[in-house]
């Protein structure tokens, strides 16, 4: 059994670990924290052992009744592979920590490319990351464009990619970038980080992006145009994105208008969090005009890296193929239930 720490137990990090815990191969060590709040709680009624991210605030949590199981450093040695799911830029701070244990380290997006050994997503580039000791799971957004690009790239080649990416302006717990109500061009030079971001997963892709903020908690929206080499019919191009993993196409029947809808079918289709790990397109938004393919597609951003955290334990440990990974991954979370009932 792979022994997977998580150091980090807020939005992404309390959904890979429950992701962890339903593997056949893998099993939670602990969670780490600076606090005891809410989340710590959580973590250990769901029965993880709970350790101190920081030694001085120890204190805090037996007088919060919280007990805790030992100190950040103790999960890190105990560890085959530690994820870090801590705030942006902490997890840079943190690579030296790891490097001292000689524990591997999953960083998230919001971590800088250079300071990893590689980026990650197991559609595009699972076999290149084994035996790196930082890989960074690319973002949420770019989690989305990667599963988009790959499959395109591999069938009807990419002469270029421009997307404009309606972004959310906060995940619906972080008040502090609320409450708000504004349009805004983000950056609003171009590109946005999220093309350059895409190059570390894709390095030929030529691709242009521009970011938006709008005031949504939601999900994230891309506006998506592929100039591709080739001029399938949209049937076609449909139909080769619905047959991907990780990909949702949106029947035209099913009546899903935005991502409240979506988040409204994942409630009711039981999904822990409400949690959407697909991409959603909207197959009537599939549309190829000469060479050039448009659609849009909604990416639920709290959720759709933590299958890509599965997959990069074993990708970076070297125990299974990326087909076996993605399976196993898929079959534990029921991924592949569809979200329509049949
Ligand atoms: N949320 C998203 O939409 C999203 C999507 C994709 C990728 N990401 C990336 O994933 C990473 C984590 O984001 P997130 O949204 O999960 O952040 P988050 O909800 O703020 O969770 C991070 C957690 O880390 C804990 N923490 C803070 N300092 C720490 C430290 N020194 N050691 C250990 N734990 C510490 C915080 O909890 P306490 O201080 O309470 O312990 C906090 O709950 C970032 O790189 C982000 O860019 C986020």
Redesign the pocket.
Same mark, same amino acid.
């Given at each position: 059994m792979i022994q997977v720490g998580i150091? /980090?137990?807020?939005?992404?990090?309390k959904r890979v670990a429950d992701a962890v815990r339903a593997q056949p191969d893998m099993e939670v060590v602990g969670v780490?924290?600076?606090?005891p709040?809410f989340?710590?709680s959580g973590a250990v009624d769901r029965g993880y052992d709970l350790y101190a991210?920081?030694e001085e605030r120890k204190p805090l949590f037996a007088e919060a009744g919280i007990e805790l199981a030992g100190d950040?450093e103790e999960l890190i040695d105990a560890s085959d592979i530690i994820v870090d799911?801590?705030?942006?830029g902490?997890?840079a701070d943190?690579a030296e920590l790891y490097r001292e244990y000689d524990t591997p380290a999953l960083?998230?997006? /919001?971590?800088d490319a250079e300071v990893v050994d590689s980026s990650f997503n197991a559609r595009a580039n699972y076999d290149t990351v084994e035996g790196d000791d930082l890989v960074r799971v690319v973002?949420?957004n770019t989690t989305g464009l990667s599963r988009l690009i790959a499959p395109l790239q591999e069938e009807y080649g990419i002469d270029k990619v421009r997307t404009t990416l309606v972004r959310r302006g906060g995940?619906p717990a972080q008040t502090g970038r609320g409450p708000i109500n504004d349009i805004v061009p983000n950056p609003v030079t171009l590109p946005s980080h999220h093309g350059p971001d895409v190059n570390t997963i894709f390095p030929d892709l030529a691709i242009d992006t521009l970011g938006l903020k709008v005031p949504a908690t939601l999900m994230h929206t891309h506006s998506v145009n592929v100039t591709l080499e080739s001029q399938p019919d949209a049937g076609e191009v449909r139909d080769l994105l619905a047959d991907q993993r990780r990909t949702f196409v949106i029947p035209d029947w099913v009546g899903i208008d935005g991502a409240g809808a979506l988040k409204e079918l994942a409630q009711d289709a039981g999904r822990p969090r409400a949690d959407i790990w697909e991409n959603c397109i909207w197959g009537e938004s599939v549309s190829m005009e000469g060479n050039d393919l448009y659609l849009f597609q909604a990416i639920h951003?709290?959720s759709d890296?933590v299958p890509e955290n599965i997959d990069a334990i074993r990708a970076v440990l070297g125990t299974e193929s990326q087909e076996t990974s993605m399976e196993l991954t898929d079959e534990a979370m029921d991924l592949d239930e569809s979200l329509i009932p049949n």
């Open positions: 150091n /980090g137990y807020g939005t992404i990090g780490a924290k600076t606090r709040n989340e710590a991210a920081i950040v799911a801590c705030p942006s902490i997890g943190n960083l998230q997006g /919001g971590e973002s949420c995940d951003q709290e890296v």
